[in-house]
Each structure stands twice: as C-alpha cells, then as structure tokens.
C-alpha cells in the first residue's frame, strides 16, 4: 500500500475558495492548515473538515512557512497545495494510488485560471508544479517568495492529473498580490542583486512583449492583455523596489583610536566632510587620556551625524574589546571599520556603501603618507591628496573611481592583506561570528581571525581596490611582543575551521 499522505495548505483571508479546496482533499487522512492572521472565515471553515488541524503562524515567508507546515505533519510525505487551488478527483486518486519512492519527488500539471477562464498563454501554460516530497529527504527552499523542493539527490516523476488554480478573479486581486510579491521579492534580494531605474523599464518592456506576442496572451483579449500588463508592471516595480532597497541602508562609521588626539581631529573633520555621510560615528577609545575625550566633545558640538563616544580604561592593548564594545552600540546594520590615523577620501563613505553586498564582508586600501606629509597634514588640518601628490608611498591607491570599484571588486579565500584599518561588514555577521577575539591582547592578528572565522562561517571577502580610500598617517609601528601568542589563536581559528569565538562581542548585547 501506498504510504500516508499529509496535505499543507498556507491560508490567509482564504474563505472565499477554501471550501472547494477542502472538499478536494477529503480523501486525505490529514490536512495541516497554517493560518497566517486571517481576520474572515478562514479558520470556522476548516474546522468543519474533520481531517483538517489548524495551526497558526505569523508570516515569515513562504519557503519558510511552508517547511513550517511540514513540521506539523504526522506523517513523512507531504503535499503541499495552496488555498486556492482545487484538486481533481482524477489527480486526488493518481497521487493516492501511486507507488512512491524516497528518491523521488513529485509534480504534477496546475492549470491556471482568470475568474473562470482558463489561460494557457502568458506564461500561465505547462505549468508543473513539485509538490509531494518526502520530508525526511528534502525540504522547500527557505525563499521567501518563489520557494521550490529542493532536488538535489533526488529524481523528479509527474504523476498524471489536473490541479486547477483559481488564482485571480479581478484585476485589484492582480495588483493586491502584484504588491506583496514586489515587496518580498526586493526584500530578498536587497543587497544580492543589482537594480537602477533603466534595469527595471528594460524587465518590464521585455516582460510585456514576452508574455503578450511571444507567450500569445494577445489570443485572450482582455484578459490576456490585463495579465501581460500586470506581469510588466510586477516586473518594473520589483526592480524599482530592489533600487530603493539597494539604496537605504543605515551605516556606522567605527573609528579605533588610542593617545593621538591630533590625528583624530584630522579623521574626524575628514568624516565631516564626506559626500555622502554615515548615520553616526562612534569612536572606540582603547583608553586614552583626556585630551582625547575633548577632541570629541569639541567635534559633538556641531557634528553633521551623531558621534559618540565608547571608552574602557587602559589596561593594555585591547583593540579587540573596544571595537566590539564599539559595534555593540552600533545602530546600523552596515558597519565601515577604520582606524584613527585614516584621513577618508570625501567618497570613502559612498563608495563603501555602492560595493555592499549581502553575505560578503570587503577590505579596502590604505595609502601610504610619508612622515614629512603627515606632520604638514596634522599641522595645519588640511590636505588634498591626489594620485600624483608627493609624499604618499603606494599611489595605486589612492585611485578612487565607482567604475573602476565595481569592476575591479574581486572575491578572495584567504586573509592576505587583512587590515581593520578600513573593512566594512554587516553586523548580522559579526553577531553570529561573535566580533572579534577578546583573548587577542597587544598588536596583531586580531583583523586575520576575525576574517577567516566569517570566512569559515561563509560570509565572502571582496577587495575594493579603487573605493573606500583612506590615508594612512605616518607613525612607528607599535611593538610586538604580544605576535607569537596571537598567531597561535590565529593558527588554532584556521585549523579548527571556527566559525565562532567564546569571547566575543555577546557579552555586550542585550
């Protein structure tokens, strides 16, 4: 015999076809129903099936509601139907009848339906759908929009039978959904893919012949065109979203500094002077003395973005502690790590933030300032420093073009030329790589562990070699003695693959 099957449905608002729907399945020896927050009949109805358990979820997406549901099963194979789709008795006694296998997956064809009409054309035609799985073997993706059975290892069988889905009635049904796919789908995307103005005409141009010439919805009149508009338009307004979601996102500018109140003050007047300008500026004080603090406070004055200042007492070189004090603090999601003798490019700013991307940490450049140009620099707090300027060391460097930065931008395995002199990662990533290694004391390493555990954790690394410019204020370099103790917890972090570090930033957060 056939083993058990459990049918999923998600449901919201779903009285007007979950009668039908229900009515389709009643063959089935359970039916889970995750309500997401209906506010009409949607919940009286399903009680009246006996086969039908309720459960109740807020939205969290639908890959993930799905595999939600799925938790809820009594038994291993599950069907996954939506609340508006409507089962054939044909198809309902094909999948209840059909031997099945671990290995495998199963899809069967879904015709598509405006009001009562069925539409074989815009993209609605041949249309199968994966939906009986083994849960113990594969899962949905955890998409938000758009989600799929994973098939990985798996083969894919079509059973034989119709599901009829009514998914619209009207054209504000059409735009209704057309809102909430857009939105979730540049939620999803937001920092994975690109988007402009110029992207989303092209979608929605191409979307519109396709569908209406090349899919032949012009063979369905009204409704045809009514698809094919609605199809274009879903297509411009999700990129539109994509390129404002691409665009606001909340940054923090950490500046490490310890006993150099003159170089801060350059920094800081340099931070003042950005194009286009951080939401706050934290400085992360490894201990200084008081000159330092009224450097600050002077800057709090009149600052063009909040500036706060984040002190411990000095106890030693303890870099790792403040900074990850610092970025406890830290509001925005998108953290830009510099030191406080790093005089930023007016773009430093800008084209940190045009290189971001989601899951991906970046390294950017410092040039080289010679000592005499240093002293001139901090004596008379001004600079303009070019590629050609005299007095900088690496001048490759110093080039900063957007062009350049997007084309040169590479992906990299490994930590050489770590620097947290200027990185910039987001802070969902250092939360769940726990910040940086507080048994790290006295100079070194801190930056190269820090990156291989987001490394190990998945978490990408990409140079910007023509962005993020930041000039380096000459001084001695600090002493080492702590090195051959840090490269041993550097060592140990590499070979152990970690992905976390037991003495992290998780102490300072709520």
């Not at 194979?77 to 409507?86: H, K, T």
């Not at 599901?163 to 209704?176: D, E, I, P, R, V």
């Not at 900088?392 to 080039?399: P, Y």
Request: with cysteine; proline share 4%.
């Amino acid at each position: 015999m056939p083993p058990p099957i459990s049918v999923t449905i998600l449901a919201k608002n779903s009285q007007e076809l979950l009668p039908q729907c229900l009515q389709s399945l009643a063959r089935f020896p359970e039916v889970i129903l995750l309500d997401n927050g209906s506010t009409d009949a949607t919940v009286a109805i399903a009680s009246q099936f006996p086969n039908v358990r309720v459960f109740h979820s807020p939205f969290i997406g639908f890959g993930a509601l799905k595999n939600l549901a799925a938790s809820h099963a009594s038994h291993d194979w599950v069907l996954s139907i939506d609340s508006d789709e409507v089962m054939t008795p044909e198809l309902a006694q094909a999948i209840l009848t059909h031997p099945l296998d671990n290995a495998k997956a199963y899809r069967f064809l879904r015709h598509n339906f405006y009001g009562k009409r069925l539409i074989n054309a815009c993209g609605w035609e041949n249309d199968l759908v994966l939906r009986l799985f083994n849960r113990t073997v594969t899962r949905f993706t955890s998409r938000e929009v758009h989600e799929g059975v994973i098939t990985d290892g798996i083969s894919v069988e079509t059973i034989p039978g119709i599901l009829n889905h009514y998914s619209f009635s009207n054209t504000g049904q059409l735009l209704q959904k057309l809102n909430q796919y857009t939105t979730l789908f540049a939620q999803e995307n937001r920092f994975r893919k690109s988007s402009s103005a110029f992207k989303a005409t092209y979608k929605a141009g191409w979307t519109f012949l396709r569908n209406y010439f090349l899919k032949r919805g012009f063979l369905y009149g009204f409704e045809g065109f009514l698809i094919s508009a609605c199809n274009a338009n879903g297509a411009f307004y999700k990129y539109m979203k994509l390129h404002e979601a691409n665009r606001s996102m909340a940054t923090s500018l950490i500046i490490s500094t310890y006993n150099w109140p003159q170089a801060l003050e350059v920094v800081l007047k340099s931070v003042a002077q950005q194009n286009e300008l951080p939401d706050e500026v934290i400085i992360a004080d490894d201990g200084s003395r008081a000159d330092t603090k009224e450097v600050i406070a002077r800057f709090q004055e009149n600052f063009p973005v909040p500036l706060r200042h984040c002190w411990h007492e000095d106890t030693g070189f303890r870099l790792a502690a403040i900074r990850n004090k610092a970025m406890a603090l830290a509001t925005g999601e998108y953290l830009l790590s510099i030191d406080g003798d790093m005089v930023l490019h007016p773009d430093f700013v800008k084209s940190h933030k045009r290189i971001a991307r989601a899951n991906t940490f970046i390294q950017g450049k410092r040039v080289l300032l010679q000592p005499e140009l240093t002293q001139q620099i901090l004596q008379t707090k001004k600079w303009h420093i070019t590629p050609f300027s005299s007095g900088i060391i690496n001048r490759f460097n110093a080039i900063s073009s957007e062009t350049l930065a997007k084309l040169g931008s590479k992906k990299r395995p490994d930590i050489k030329a770590i620097r947290g002199c200027n990185m910039a990662f987001w802070r969902a990533d250092v939360v769940r790589t726990n910040g940086f290694n507080e048994n790290i004391q006295g100079w070194g390493r801190e930056d190269s562990e820090f990156a291989i555990r987001m490394l190990n954790a998945g978490v990408e690394r990409r140079n910007l070699p023509f962005g993020g410019v930041g000039y380096h204020l000459y001084h001695p370099e600090n002493a080492r003695t702590s090195l051959p103790e840090n490269d041993e917890i550097l060592h140990d972090a590499i070979a152990q693959k970690a992905k976390w570090c037991e003495n992290g930033i998780s102490k300072y957060l709520g």
